[in-house]
DNA sequence: CAGTGGTCTAGACCACAAC
DNA sequence: TTGTGGTCTAGACCACTGA
């Protein structure tokens, strides 16, 4: 076993048996180096991969501390979709989340794996809208919510204008004669991309919890996809399972 | 910028644009050096990060390669658990796993964010039933599924023994007056731990997608949760959306 | 068996934030 | 102001594995 993986398996053990607890500060590199008789570097490089799984944020001048693990809040997916007003809602818990920045409305190549779902070459230009969800108070980003739509359905109607009016995007496609619309969710975890990290602020070492969700016509045609991207230590996402001719139960 | 920053960013790009290709061999070390007029350690930082990050292999004596990404395989949950004559059932896909290895059935402390789920102090002892669940064909470890007990309804009981007998913790769970059983689950994403990096062999950087399954008596008191962990590169967990009073339709 | 990545050292200077 | 982590260099030797 290398050195540094030496010192990396000392201090997750230190903090797995809360030695270190959540908010302590480790001792600092120097005295890591003289403790298991090492290089400055191999401590850094012990430091690091905690660091890349989450267990440890380096403050400079303040020492290196152990995360201090947030509780997950929880998202709920009802079993069916549901509709007031202003248009569709998939969330029954009705989060009060607003847009805390504009939204960016653009053309640009499908990624690889959107385009898969969306049934178009990869890299082929798609308009792709782009919404960052946060938090009313403190405006504090929280979900990033990126919808792609084929270039032949979007181009030149109002779905690519950034204000798509009441109803959103979904009123316009079944006003378009595409309706009912139908609609699938999955959920993935992946590595967050760079300028994922950073709108969202997340610590090196955090996941991606995301809800892809597709849209179909009535005759099962892809309208649109929706990649809806939050931190994966902050949430969860819940269903409800029910039970053959059972009533609905709370979670 | 730090200059390994660069590198790294240069790598990205390149990787990103299809300079480098799923499978490619990227420039070695040396060359990296060379080409961005750094010393091999500033080198190696930028390629850690990547490496961290899932995009690049290193493989000695071979160069350091750019990842294949695999396509993701579905799991679809069903709004409605079912059963048959071996016991409930909540993957309507109905994949043909097989144990990979017999189960392992011990006491030990609650993981922190379990303990919290089913109702004991963390640390304190509960029943931990570990199972790893593999392809028939190839034995390769698929999902890691590890059910948690409190004590006191498992103490002496056949729910502590390794082979609990047809349906399962379930069924003796309902035989002895807790049923009918509820269920329900969250999904989320999470750094692996070294066990289960190790245990599903999975590539540094890669996250880990769980579905955690909580079981509660006819009373509403929690039986058990079981934390259900597989690899966030390889699966994503597929739901049924319906649209009020409107017929299933497929995913 | 040789070339690649893996590890490690010793030393230097920088930059930020808490004091 | 200063102590902490952040970055970088030059050089050395090791270990695995694919040519």
Redesign the pocket.
Known sequence: M?????VAASLREAIANGTYGPGD??????ELESLH??????V??A?AQLTAEGLLT???????KVRERRERSRITRARTVYRDERGYYFDPSARPWVAVRPPVVRWGPAPHDIAHVLGVEPGSEVLIRDRVMGDPQTRDPIQLSTSYLPADLAKGTVLAEADTGSGGIYDRLEEAGHGPLRWSEVVVASAPSDADTDALRLTPGVPLLRLIRTTRSADGRVLEVNDCRMSGERWEIGYEILRDGSAEFGL
Do not use: Y
Request: no cysteine.
């Open positions: 290398a050195r540094w993986h030496t500060t480790i001792p600092k590199e120097e008789g090492v290089s400055r570097s191999t850094r490089r430091v380096p403050v400079r001048r303040g020492g290196t």
